[in-house]
């Protein structure tokens, strides 16, 4: 004896639409009904999901079904059609359905194709869920409430191009642990009038969302996740191009490639976590469309909000190391160079541990954040050595303009002051009675002494390991002290600026050398 359920016997009273389904099944033909989904119950569209189940099943003798599977077109699907924990073998098409109850397939193991078009549900319970082939879901397929088929696992595509899907009040898709193992087309004019999660997911190829609409949804004001993404692995392409996300969490997901365009993200996107290999070949990779992306994340994660605790940053480095990985390293550079002065900007340059004192804290943080822009200012925070270069030949050639016109005014002098002494060099003091002379000019000065050269005199004195002797033969002539602090401190003249412009040329050369070598080093670092 079989279980109940399982022979036609059990089921009477069978519908003219179920004698109909019943015998093209045997014969492996679609059942027509109607060419759109019905609206009401009707004599000749219902069928009764327990009727609906014994062919799934396979039949029996006087009702086997063909190995093209079940086909209908039209039906109104009375009561409830449950699946829950067997095995179906053969193929299960059904377009432009009616189900009165949510279909549940927990534990379900399909051999073949899973087919709904242009039905409708009350949702889907399919938790545990195995399909051998493709499943489907598209061409207006809708439900308004939720489909929910958590750890599913689906060995062809899953496909819900054109599906409209209502959460009341809750999500309108659960695919938490879902195992796709070839593509997740969201696709076209697909709607989730609530929020997906599709945590924990893995699609083997690809995750298509061109042209799909998702829409969150809003908890005492707050809004909810539209989509929720955290801990997926995509082996593929990540697509969301022509899509519009917000609320959108990829926080720990992970993907070979994504492929996205300027509009694709619109606020409030966690990427903390999120991996890629690398951008795909239409998508933006200038660093002014990326940074926009970056900035695209809520302000938490940003930093710009007084928990500066939180800020991420991960999406940054996952950034740079991209770009530079693609070749388009000026990009990954500006980027990087964005994030430092982020850091600066948040606050988390100069940070102190806990139990440090307020004075001290706001002391740190005022001396790192000044060292840090000017990093940046002087060599890019590491990413411009060349910046640097540029730097010091600036410095170099302004502060020899200044050393050769403090020379012609007579500013400039030998830095032994026994020449001053010698009647033969008479002539070359401005301050000599027979003359207004002055040192750089002076043809009294015998062959052997260094002349004075400004650029010479200017790169000496710039870099710290290099002797051209000028530093040691010439210097500003400086009148002597007054005796008194007061005397000499409003004592100001032009050979003061001369010597105030030496000591900044001597500390800046020390500083550029120190990170001109830190730079390089560190730039070579980078590049590994």
Known sequence: MKPFGRALTDFPNLSPAERVLINNCRLGARTYFSSIRPKSRERDNFVRAEVLRFLALGGDEQAPVHEAGILISGAWIEGELSLEGVTVSISLSLRNCHFEQPLILRSAQFSGDLEFDNTYFPGIRGDGLTCMRDLFLRGGTASNDLVRLVGATVHGDFDLTGAKLRGIGQESLMLDGIDVKGSLHFGPHFVADGPIRLSAAHIGRRLDCRGATFKGSFTKGKPNRAVNMRGATIDGVLDVRGVRLEHVVLADASARFLEDDVDSW????????????????DSPTDCISRLGWLHKQSPAHLGETEAARLFCPQPWQQLIRTLRAMGHKADAVEVGIAFEDQLRRIGKVGESPEGTGPLQRKLVRAVSASTHWIFGLLAGYGYKPMRLLIWMFAVWGVCALTYWGAARHSLMGPSNPAIFDK??????????????????????????????????????????????????????????????????????TTAHSIRLVIWFETIFGWIASLLLVATVSGFARRNE
């Open 423 to 492: 009647d033969a060099y008479a002539m070359c003091s401005s301050k000599s009675e027979v003359g207004s002379h002055n040192w750089y000019l002076c043809s009294m000065l015998k062959s052997e002494f260094p002349s004075f050269s400004p650029l010479a005199y200017s790169l000496d004195i710039l870099l710290p390991v290099v002797n051209l002797r000028q530093e040691d033969n010439w210097t500003p002539i400086v009148p002597s002290p007054k005796g008194d602090v007061w005397s000499d401190a409003t004592a100001w």
């Open 266 to 281: 619109l606020a409030d996107v966690v990427l903390n976590g999120f991996q890629y290999q690398g951008l795909a070949h």
